[in-house]
């Protein structure tokens, strides 16, 4: 999953670019934490996978637009690896079960008695069935409510083309069990079947061998023959065509969205096939690119063979790409090797992100590698001002997380691909591709922890070339909060133009002529707003908004740093335009920075409020969530605080969750700039 665009940074980069790399420190000895194996339980699901796990899964399903709702059979091919196990414990979160029913020795279904336990505000309701028989074939009917968190449901207002209703799913990182009844955790793989009916004017796809050429019928069948975690299980029905991009990917949109899509993301088949030759064959057959609503609460997610992505990227520069190299990089980190658990969420998303930045610098260059490293890096020194230290940590102790939804997307993002990125550098290019290569090699279509992945390491790198890195070095990236004094540097060269054209504007109100600014891609904008002091002159945004427009633009990267600085400077005219942006957006990345900055004083709490209410009927239910979080625990002050000076020095406090900006060769005019990679 892609997250956010990482914000203001060191002290040390805020002139513009980090240090080349400095010496290499030797830290102290990092203790570890007591580390679980793939094979031990997920403290974020009831299942027991050590006693019996869920082996092919067949759907049976019907989506009921006019009740919001999916209802049919979840039946389960069983491997009992328990002798003495007599029970078969499923996850499930606000699901009606109507029987449930066990194939016996002779083929025939008979009940079997199941209880529903009280309803966790986190975990759901631990579903157990007793099953007497350890029957090889389970089979539960039900139905989903329709306030499912892993499902969202859009009146046809509410879509691109405004002419039918939209559903699709995100059940990352523990949703899917709201919508299917699952042992949902990404510790225990499994193939699947479904066969779906719907309203005949909605075609419906699937995390699974869509067919290009399918016809709109109301009836599909669908396959996924590679065993997959629980989270990449997905759903989507709407008014969606296909545009081809290359023989094994394309783009799946709306009509209105679909020709400006498969420009956007044009460059896919490049990419693939730069992956490929860095980390082995594609093994998903096809990838294509779903393009969501506006309101699809992240950047990207990762959905094996059908990547579901944000509008928000498609601004006609190809300067957002990045999430599109970002989701494909977890068909190798993520869905191949994936993590066991969401306290190892860092094998995910910190090692796509490093292959992500891999492939952007392969096709897009250095400096956009470079710009972007820079961009998250920031992002993270500004995150690490207030996340706790235990939650800084690559391999999180049990217990830490308590709800998978709110990790630290700094620390499993940027963190871990820093991390990957120190040990490039420490044993040169050449033997780390052949290392990572044969790690997706090894742990292919299996669910592994953080000490499988050190194992592996110490095996194959650290004992293998000795002396480069010791194992004080590697533990302290693993296990210690912050970032180790031996992380490598990046120099991104074309900050320190943005920063000098940002300081002389701030010292003589004298903004950069054209022939600056003019070729400026999205990063380096973004890299502009973010370096500004914390409050402006009311003045000085109005010079900055006459000269770029960057109210009312239609780049979310720029609108999610424009519109916090422009809340908390007092700038009222841009309070139509901030409306209409979080009324039409629910990409959380995007929006929060913003109503986090509103609910600071009385007068903004109550634009929030009022924008929430008519916003809210299009948002996820996961945006919902974190929106309410934040206004119920608002304590603004009594009354609208008063523009500091220019010189006040201060940065942005954004909430992650998404991704970063993109890659490619955007250009800005009047900043139509940029954003941030499920």
């Given at each position: 999953m892609r997250t956010l665009l990482l914000s203001l940074?060191?002290?040390?980069?805020?002139?513009?670019?980090?240090?080349?790399?400095?010496?290499?420190?030797?830290?102290?000895?990092?203790?570890?934490?007591?580390?679980?194996?793939?094979?031990?339980?997920?403290?974020?699901?009831?299942?027991?996978?050590?006693?019996?796990?869920?082996?092919?899964?067949?759907?049976?399903?019907?989506?009921?637009?006019?009740?919001?709702?999916?209802?049919?059979?979840?039946?389960?091919?069983?491997?009992?690896?328990?002798?003495?196990?007599?029970?078969?414990?499923?996850?499930?979160?606000?699901?009606?079960?109507?029987?449930?029913?066990?194939?016996?020795?002779?083929?025939?279904?008979?009940?079997l008695q199941y209880g529903l336990a009280k309803r966790d505000d986190i975990l759901g309701s631990k579903f157990t069935i007793e099953a007497p028989e350890r029957n090889a074939h389970i089979r539960v009917t039900y139905t989903t409510s329709p306030e499912a968190?892993?499902?969202?449901?859009?009146?046809?207002?509410?879509?691109?083309?405004?002419?039918?209703?939209?559903?699709?799913?995100?059940?990352?990182?523990?949703?899917?069990?709201?919508?299917?009844?699952?042992?949902?955790?990404?510790?225990?793989?499994?193939?699947?079947?479904?066969?779906?009916?719907?309203?005949?004017?909605?075609?419906?796809?699937?995390?699974?061998?869509?067919?290009?050429?399918?016809?709109?019928?109301?009836?599909y069948s669908f396959k996924m023959p590679q065993k997959i975690p629980s989270y990449l299980m997905a759903i989507a029905a709407g008014d969606l065509v296909f545009k081809p991009i290359s023989?094994?990917?394309?783009?799946?949109?709306?009509?209105?969205?679909?020709?400006?899509?498969?420009?956007?993301?044009?460059?896919?088949?490049?990419m693939i096939q730069t992956a490929e030759s860095l980390y082995g064959p594609y093994r998903w057959e096809r990838y294509d690119i779903l393009v969501l609503p506006p309101s699809f609460p992240y950047g990207g997610m990762e959905n094996p063979r059908l990547t579901f992505a944000t509008p928000t990227v498609i601004v006609g520069d190809k300067s957002l790409v990045s999430l599109v190299a970002h989701e494909l990089a977890h068909s190798w980190s993520g869905n191949l090797v994936t993590f066991s658990s969401a306290k190892d969420a860092w094998l995910n998303e910190g090692?796509?992100?490093?292959?992500?930045?891999?492939?952007?610098e392969a096709l897009y260059g250095k400096d956009q590698a470079d710009m972007e490293s820079v961009i998250a890096r920031n992002e993270l020194a500004e995150e690490f001002k207030t996340v706790e230290p235990a939650r800084q940590v690559l391999a999180e102790k049990p217990g830490v997380l308590k709800d998978p939804d709110n990790s630290?997307?700094?620390?499993?993002?940027?963190?871990?691909?820093?991390?990957?990125?120190?040990?490039?550098?420490?044993?040169?290019?050449?033997?780390?591709?052949?290392?990572?290569?044969?790690?997706?090699?090894?742990?292919?279509?299996?669910?592994?922890?953080?000490?499988?992945?050190?194992?592996?390491?110490?095996?194959?790198?650290?004992?293998?070339?000795?002396?480069?890195?010791?194992?004080?070095?590697?533990?302290?990236?693993?296990?210690?909060?912050?970032?180790p004094p031996t992380a490598p540097q990046v120099l991104a060269r074309k900050f320190g133009v943005v920063d000098s054209a940002r300081l002389a504007w701030l010292g003589s109100g004298e903004l950069p002529p054209p022939a600056i600014t003019g070729d400026w891609s999205t990063q380096e904008w973004v890299h502009f707003i973010e370096g500004m002091p914390e409050t402006l002159k009311v003045e000085q945004l109005a010079q900055l908004d006459e000269a770029y427009h960057f109210t009312g633009t239609p780049n979310g990267e720029i609108a999610q740093r424009w519109y916090p600085l422009a809340v908390r400077s007092g700038y009222t005219a841009a309070n139509e335009a901030i409306a209409a942006f979080l009324e039409k957006i629910g990409?959380?990345?995007?929006?929060?920075?913003?109503?986090?900055?509103?609910?600071?004083?009385?007068?903004?709490?109550?634009?929030?409020?009022?924008?929430?209410?008519?916003?809210?009927?299009?948002?996820?239910?996961?945006?919902?969530?974190?929106?309410?979080?934040?206004?119920?625990?608002?304590?603004?002050?009594?009354?609208?605080?008063?523009?500091?000076?220019?010189?006040?020095?201060?940065?942005?406090?954004?909430?992650?969750?998404?991704?970063?900006?993109?890659?490619?060769?955007?250009?800005?005019?009047?900043?139509?700039?940029?954003?941030?990679?499920?």
């Open positions: 940074g060191f002290a040390a980069v805020l002139a513009g670019c980090q240090r080349d790399a400095a010496e290499p420190a030797t830290p102290t000895p990092a203790a570890k934490p007591a580390m679980t194996t793939s094979a031990s339980p997920d403290e974020h699901s009831y299942a027991e996978p050590g006693k019996v796990a869920i082996d092919d899964l067949a759907l049976d399903l019907k989506i009921d637009f006019d009740t919001r709702t999916i209802a049919g059979t979840a039946t389960y091919t069983l491997d009992w690896k328990d002798k003495d196990a007599k029970q078969l414990v499923l996850d499930t979160r606000d699901l009606s079960i109507d029987k449930v029913e066990g194939e016996g020795k002779d083929g025939a279904w008979q009940p968190s892993g499902l969202q449901w859009l009146e046809p207002s509410m879509t691109e083309g405004k002419q039918l209703p939209f559903m699709f799913s995100q059940s990352q990182q523990i949703h899917a069990r709201s919508w299917v009844p699952l042992q949902d955790t990404p510790s225990v793989r499994y193939t699947y079947s479904a066969h779906v009916t719907s309203r005949p004017d909605v075609m419906v796809l699937m995390s699974a061998d869509n067919d290009p050429k399918a016809e709109r019928d109301g009836d023989e094994r990917s394309g783009v799946w949109a709306e009509p209105a969205m679909v020709d400006k899509a498969q420009a956007e993301f044009e460059d896919t088949e490049k090692v796509t992100s490093y292959v992500e930045n891999r492939i952007i630290s997307a700094s620390t499993v993002y940027t963190k871990g691909a820093w991390f990957l990125q120190f040990l490039e550098q420490r044993f040169g290019r050449e033997d780390f591709d052949a290392f990572l290569r044969g790690y997706f090699d090894h742990f292919a279509f299996q669910s592994i922890s953080s000490q499988q992945f050190a194992d592996y390491a110490k095996k194959n790198l650290l004992d293998k070339y000795p002396n480069k890195v010791t194992q004080a070095e590697f533990d302290a990236w693993l296990y210690e909060p912050g970032v990409r959380r990345k995007l929006i929060m920075p913003t109503y986090s900055a509103l609910v600071q004083t009385q007068d903004g709490l109550a634009l929030a409020k009022a924008v929430f209410a008519k916003a809210r009927p299009g948002y996820h239910p996961i945006t919902t969530g974190s929106v309410q979080a934040m206004i119920d625990g608002a304590k603004p002050e009594a009354a609208t605080a008063a523009p500091a000076d220019a010189d006040d020095a201060g940065g942005d406090d954004a909430p992650a969750d998404d991704t970063p900006p993109a890659a490619g060769d955007a250009t800005a005019p009047a900043p139509e700039p940029a954003p941030r990679a499920g």
